[in-house]
Every structure is written in structure tokens, then in C-alpha cells.
């Protein structure tokens, strides 16, 4: 446990005094914050024109949902942006010690490397988790001038975690492949893209394989923490990916020291 | 202390290192001697369980380094051919860093980082970002971290790479000064320092060891016969010829050194181990020339090394 926090406390702290925590996390809030924007305008817009709509043909006005009609898509865009953001944080964790060789420091000390890798993931769920929380500001604005319903906006929070979190435990497989840490963002980049590809595919082949499709793809699963719907099937899918994602990781380790590369 | 027995490692299949296998008795220094890409690195991190060996077995203080890798990791300070460190961090940092995961308890950590840094001189640069140090530092702050958890075991792979010649003798006494207390393998392909710190070399080379004894040992060995330097104030040619002729001699080779047109410089080798001076001496003023230096020459390690490490026929005279 020691040594676990050793590798942790050594990768967040190297994360925030560097400017990769701070650029990361402010490019993601800028862009979220564009769309936030914009998804919100259009649905204040929509309300209102729906307003005058109602009082024009002397109806009672529309109910519309904020949850439905702008949470949930500014969860959706946010799983987007994940996916470009977070191989960016997780490229350089076994990446940098392969290219400057601290990897033989790790490989030579008394910590496994089940420690290491544990360590490291760690820390970058937790700039993951830093860069999540300043979000939240947009769900208190909501908050403060509408009536939007808390459940929906949890459950989407935890579904971000889950996908974010799978996607930093391939973020790390990949950057043990190699000490090239734009190949390994990229790397991280298309398999998060095909795996979200998956689910679009499944609807164009037959139904047996498309429901087998995209009951893997990463994306299908987050539809229902976006809707508000906690199901334990989808939780159990994302802890199953970060488990495989973590256990590549080992293999690779392990096996490039066999290799001796 | 340590035992390597027949190691073989390949890569692929490229055979680094072939049926390697040596000793080394507590407190002692061993050098580690060969050309680049003779197998000193592989041969090393197979010993700090960085890489497993092919076929055969390495103990280190009793503990197999496959078997048994996370005692053999307590029990060993590795200082890679690049030193291993995060630069992004301070050197105090670092060093309570590897401390940490080289399990030192923790109240006694601080005195730990100190005692790294006042034995290798880096109390000074404790504070700087590692980024900003010279490679001197870098190297020495590398050694710290070997050093750190004071290990029974220094395996250092060419500790001296990119040091001025001060910090290069302050480098080599530290490394004296620690054996004793820790046995340590030390691999380089700088020879006089071989001769310098270890009381026994190991000289590998295509993977194989292809000699092992101290350095006094292995220089008396292989010289069979004595050497010597002759200066004299007279053209070469007519020297060379000269001495050439004279009994006991069996090699005369120039060796001008550049920019003094007025002497020459030969190498002479007499046959076995008879004496020849007095005979040169004879010769060289009896033909009217002034003599300037006569010095024997023993074989030098480098000599030896190079003996060892290359096949090339002996020209025929």
C-alpha cells in the first residue's frame, strides 16, 4: 500500500507541476463550456418560441425537460470530448519511463508491478476526476435558474467516471506498448473510436450479431446513466473493460521483459 | 555474494550473452571490462532481475534473482548506463521517492536522502529541479539513488560516463570507499580505471567471459616480454636498422612522437625476458648518438584488453 502511494502520489504530483494538468483540464472546460453554451441557448430558445407558440393557440404552455433536452446532451458531448482529452493524459505514464529509462528504476525496486500500474491509473483517474468536478459548475447554474431533477445528472456523473476510466486503463496498455507517447495517445484515440463505432455498425448487420455488437460497444452502455436508468449490467460491462484494460497492461509489462524491450 | 552461473541471454535471435558465469565475495570490487555490445548491460540487468536470463541461474546474496526478484530488488542498488531519473522533479524529492519504494522505513528516510547526498557531494543541488543539472550532477544524483537504501549490492554501469577528471577521482574514491561494506560489480571500458578501483576484473567480450584475475595478474600474465622506449637524436631509419640488428631484440616499431622532428621514438621488445638495455645502450654510443629516455614499457591493460577483445593476427616482421 506504501509503495502504491509512492507511484501515486509521485505521478499526480508530476501531473500538477507540470502545465499538462492545468492546459488539459482548462482546453476541456473550454470546449464543454462552448457546447454547454450553445445546447442551453438553443433549448431557452425552443422554450420560448414554444411559449408563444402555446399562448398563440391559447394552449396551457409545454412542459419541457431541461434534463431531457440539454443534461443529457451535454453528457453526451462531454463522452465525446473524453475520448480526445484523456489519451492525452494517460499517454505518457509508461511511455516517458521507457524513453528515459526511470522504467529499469520502477522494474528494479521492490514494488510489483501491479503496484505500479495501479499507482499510475490512479492518478490519472484522479486529474480525470479534477477535470469532471469543475463541470459540475454547469449542472449549479442549472440548478440556480431552473428545476432540472438531481438522479439523472448522478447517474450521469457516474457514467462519465466508468467511461472515463475505461478509456485510462487502455490509455495505459497502450502507452506500455511503446516509448512513444504520441503513438500511444493515437493508439488510445482509435480504439476508444472503434469501440464506440461498434454500436453504430450493429445496426446495419442482423439482429443476432448487432445486438452481440453493441453490447460491446462503449457507448451503447453509457445511453442509459445519460437517461437517468442505473443499471447494474452497464456498470458491471465498464469495471469489466477497466479490469481487461489493467490486465493488458500487466501482460505487456511482464512480457516485455521477456522480450527485452 | 553474488553467483552467476552459466547465463545465456538472447534476444530474439541474437545471442547477447553466452554462458557467462563468475563470482563475487562480499566487499569486493569487480570490474566489469569489454568493448560496447559485449553483454555488460544484459549481463547486468539480468543480475538486477530487470531482465530474465534465457538459460542459467544468478544468485544474489543468496536469493535467486528469478525465483526470488523482490529480495534480490531490497538488497540491490542499480545504477543504469542512463541514470534513471524523473527530471521534472527536485533531487530531494527524488531521492525520498526511490526511498520510499526501495522500502526504507519511513522515520528513518530523511537521514537516508541526507546521507545520499552528503556521500555522493549533491548536498548542495538538493533543492534543484533535476532538469537544470549538469550531466556530472545527473550521474551523481543517479549514484544517490543507488545508494540511498544502502544496499548490500552496487551493481553500476559505467558510473564514471560524462564526468570531468576531478569529479572522475572523487567518483572512483567514493566507490572505493563503499566497498567493504558493499560488494560491487562496476562495468566500464575505460581500462585505467579497472586498474584503479577493482581488485578483480571480469573481461567479456561477444557475450563470453574471456578472462577473469586481478589487474596486476592479467597485465603479468600476458606480457611475455619486455619493452621499451628509446629516444634518440638521430634519423629513424638509420636507428631502427640499427637496433634491429643487435642481439635479444626481436621487434623495433617507430613511433615518432608528432611535432619533434629532432628525435625519434622507437618501441623496442626484447625476446623472453632478457635483459636488452645495456646492449641498446651500448649501441646507440658507440654510433656517436645521444640518448634521451629509455623506459620500460609493461603491457598496460589496455593492452591486454585489446589482446583479448580483438582477433587480429600478429603482423609478420
Known sequence: MRKFLAIYNREVKSYFSSPIAYIIIGLFLLITGVFYYL?????????MRADMQAQYYRMAPPKLNVNVMAIRNLFQNMSLFMSFFLPMITMRLYSDEKKTGTIELLMTSPITNLQSILGKFSAAVTLFLAMLAFTSVYMILL????????????????????????????????????????IAAASTFVFILFFWAIGWVSAMVSPGLGHVLSSFSLIEHFEDFAKGVLDTKHIVYYLSFITMGLFLSFVSIESSRWRGR | MIEVQNVTRYFGRVMA??????????????????????GKTTTMRVLTTYLPATKGTAKVAGFDVHDQSMEVRKRIGYLPENPPLYQEMRVRDYLDFVAKIKQVEPKNRKKAVDEALGKTGTTNVGNRVIKTLSKGYKQRVGLAQALVHNPDVLILDEPTVGLDPKQIIEVRELIKSLAGNHTIILSTHILPEVSMTCERVVIIDKGKVVAEDSPDNLTKKLSGSMRFKVVVDAPRDQVEEKLR?????????????????????????????????????????ENGWNLYELTPEGMSLEDVFLHLTTKEEEPVQ
Open chain 1, 39 to 47: 445546447i442551453v441557448t438553443s433549448f431557452v430558445q425552443y422554450c
Open chain 1, 143 to 182: 440548478f440556480i435558474y431552473g428545476n432540472p431533477e438531481l438522479g439523472p445528472v448522478l447517474t450521469g456523473y457516474l457514467g462519465l467516471f466508468l467511461l472515463g476510466s475505461s478509456y485510462i486503463a487502455f490509455g495505459v496498455f497502450f502507452s506500455t506498448l511503446t516509448d512513444n507517447q504520441i
Open chain 2, 17 to 38: 550473452v553466452n554462458d557467462v558465469s563468475f563470482e563475487v565475495a562480499k566487499g569486493e570490487i569487480l570490474g566489469f571490462l569489454g568493448p560496447n555490445a559485449a
Open chain 2, 245 to 285: 640488428s643487435l642481439p635479444g631484440v626481436k621487434k623495433v616499431t617507430p613511433a615518432n612522437a608528432p611535432g619533434n622532428k629532432k628525435l625519434s621514438t622507437l618501441l623496442v621488445e626484447g625476446q623472453g625476458k632478457e635483459e636488452i638495455r645495456p646492449v641498446l645502450v651500448k649501441s646507440i654510443i
